[in-house]
């Protein structure tokens, strides 16, 4: 049974810095492209970051590019979120996710585990 469990997340004032970690477990964690989403209250859950099995890829969305960094560290089957100069507009909660298959990378993807989701209000 594949699992995802994020945790890092919290309350901090615009400018400040979170890291969000997400621990996969049940499944070859190095084998898996990782992604992280979020939801803002009232909105859709949007797309964040990715990166690929190996971390020598990573990918953006427009409006975090240059403040945060996604990384991971398949010895410990973790991903990472560095969040910095975080703004008000950051605030939701965040989903780790991954993919069915080995292979499967963003774009194309196909995200079938997700987590449970973890909390950032940023405070202006």
């Known amino acids: 049974q594949v699992q995802l469990v994020e945790s890092g997340g919290g309350l901090v004032q615009a400018g400040g810095s979170l890291r969000l970690s997400c621990v996969v477990s049940?499944?070859?964690?190095?084998?898996?492209?990782m992604g992280w989403f979020r939801r803002a209250p009232g909105k859709e859950r949007e797309f964040v970051a990715a990166?690929?099995?190996?971390?020598?890829?990573?990918n953006y969305a427009d409006s975090v590019k240059g403040r945060f960094t996604i990384s991971r560290d398949n010895a410990k089957s973790t991903v990472y979120l560095q969040m910095n100069s975080l703004k008000p507009e950051d605030t939701a909660v965040y989903y780790c996710?991954?993919?069915?298959?080995?292979?499967?990378?963003?774009?194309?993807?196909?995200?079938?585990?997700w987590g449970q989701g973890t909390l950032v209000t940023v405070s202006s």
């Open positions: 996710a991954a993919p069915r298959l080995t292979g499967s990378d963003y774009p194309t993807w196909y995200l079938e585990f």
């Open positions: 990166i690929n099995w190996s971390g020598a890829r990573t």
């Open positions: 049940g499944r070859t964690f190095s084998a898996y492209a």
